[in-house]
């Protein structure tokens, strides 16, 4: 039996994939292969993602291969997956979780408060644009999409005056030794729901397939992901809301966990962290969505009945 692997097409897609292939024959001695596939996200790059169908566009293509039984199981980074799937597909492992941090890569500074009055940083990611203008309102924020190689070639020509990537794919490629770049605190710049996670999605009516993720599946890194996604699933958010979270184990099937949510205009910005058992981290992830969804009512409706045109940033 050969498993066929879908994966998005660019280097660091591929890696990952190959990832996946090397642990289906290290822990259960099948073969598998790899079907890149381009995606309409890979191909249109000069528009945000929120314009033109958010960040499921890296998954449709391959989505329709799983549909269409032209591949076995698809192999995503899970901060592109969104909080709702078609029906009959569903993520059926994740493996274990690497770094979840960003890098920021500039050749003139280490630190975003180094950076020049009035820099150039590229991105076309709102939850990073949002968190970096709460660190500096002055920095000129714009557009850069692109795989990793191409953001970093926009550094190497001085198109920006800096990025910000995931430390899991610079890694992935072994740009994060570079001296451009350097870590960012997570209390400067929280993730994005499930970042540095490899996902696996099936068919929910592929028993074999089924079966070959729960041998894979890293445990603790599912339970931890979960915290982030029921978070997600219950703002129903996508890539035009600027959102973040990270859970942590802290032993003694403990965790605690940190989550944001944005505005695009920065008219609010609340953050919340919490704690709890694995075993209630789910409902934990909820009961936070809940209190930001109830908390975003409260200030609009304020908002609205003062007039305010100008309204201050609110921090839970």
């Not at 269409?68 to 709702?84: E, F, G, R």
Request: charged share 25%; glycine share 6%.
């Amino acid at each position: 039996m050969i498993i066929k692997v879908g994966s998005r097409a660019s280097r660091l897609a591929l890696l990952q994939a190959q990832t996946v292939v090397q642990k289906i024959k290290d822990l259960l001695g099948l073969n598998a292969i790899i079907i890149p596939i381009r995606t309409t996200g890979d191909l249109i790059q000069n528009k945000n993602l929120y314009d033109i169908g958010g960040k499921g566009l890296f998954l449709k293509e391959i989505e329709y291969a799983l549909l269409n039984n032209t591949i076995d199981i698809a192999v995503h980074s899970l901060k592109d997956v969104p909080a709702y799937l078609p029906d009959e597909l569903e993520i059926a492992a994740v493996l274990e979780r690497g770094d979840t941090g960003d890098m920021l890569v500039s050749k003139i500074a280490k630190k975003i408060t180094d950076l020049p009055l009035g820099a150039v940083v590229g991105t076309s990611s709102i939850r990073r644009r949002i968190q970096l203008l709460m660190i500096r309102p002055d920095l000129n924020i714009v557009l850069l999409r692109g795989n990793v190689d191409t953001r970093w070639n926009k550094i190497a020509n001085n198109e920006v005056d800096a990025t910000v990537l995931a430390v899991a794919g610079l890694k992935k490629l072994n740009y994060d030794t570079s001296p451009w770049c350097s870590i960012i605190p997570q209390s400067e710049l929280l993730p994005a729901i499930g970042q540095g996670t490899v996902a696996i999605e099936i068919r929910k009516d592929n028993k074999s397939m089924i079966e070959l993720c729960s041998k894979i599946n890293h445990q603790l890194t599912w339970q931890l992901v979960q915290v982030e996604r029921s978070y997600l699933k219950t703002l129903n958010a996508d890539c035009t809301v600027p959102i973040g979270g990270l859970a942590k184990c802290i032993g003694n099937n403990r965790f605690e966990a940190k989550f944001m949510l944005g505005d695009y205009d920065m008219r609010y910005f609340f953050y919340s962290e919490v704690s709890g058992k694995l075993q209630h981290g789910y409902n934990i992830g909820v009961e936070v969505a809940k209190n930001f969804q109830k908390r975003l009512f409260i200030k609009l409706h304020k908002s609205i009945l003062n007039s305010v045109t100008k309204p201050k940033m609110d921090y839970l």
